[in-house]
């Protein structure tokens, strides 16, 4: 499924959310949700608010605005949200969509990546007696950059003891 495909549907569940709790659905609403399914990884409230007043949207858009739609799209089903240490990061729920993402432990920074193999090992995965209706996959490492830094600090460390001997 492509971004395009995904922010359509989620377009539509959104709208029948909200027809069925009779609410009523508003720009900012459309726009929040657009910033969500077109980025590549999860973003923190703040960040949604600041896509939305730089983007094509250029919405002016209260913080409490966004955390209140951000709670509404959760109970909707559309984002789910992602606890990195003390902070709180949004990500959209594509159903049946996969996610792999590489998480540093060093920085906390995260990349998605893609494979076919792992998906398709997972679409033919049993769960029994439960409707499976999407995946995220975490991968903990360093990033190149945090494994260059710890690598120059051990070099540093072992130089150390070597003009201690
Ligand atoms: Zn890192």
Redesign the pocket.
């Known amino acids: 499924m492509d971004k395009a495909d995904g922010l359509s549907q989620a377009r539509q569940n959104l709208s029948d959310y909200l027809r069925l709790n009779s609410l009523r659905n508003t720009p900012e609403r459309n726009a929040l949700l657009e910033v969500i399914y077109q980025a590549d990884v999860p973003l923190q409230a703040e960040e949604l608010a600041k896509l939305m007043t730089e983007g094509s949207a250029s919405l002016r858009i209260s913080r409490a605005t966004v955390y209140n739609n951000l709670k509404l799209f959760e109970e909707a089903g559309l984002v789910r949200k992602i606890f990195q240490e003390d902070r709180v990061f949004f990500e959209r729920t594509d159903k049946n969509r996969g996610v792999i993402r590489l998480i540093?432990s060093?920085?906390?920074?995260t990349t998605e990546m893609n494979s076919d193999k792992v998906r398709r090992q997972i679409a033919v995965m049993r769960t029994r007696r439960f409707n499976a209706t999407g995946w995220v996959l975490n991968i903990y490492g360093?990033?190149g950059?945090?494994s260059a830094d710890q690598k120059r600090k051990q070099n540093r460390l072992n130089k150390k003891d070597k003009d201690k001997k």
Request: contains cysteine; positive net charge; glycine residues 22%.
């Open positions: 540093c060093g920085c906390g920074k360093l990033c950059k945090c």
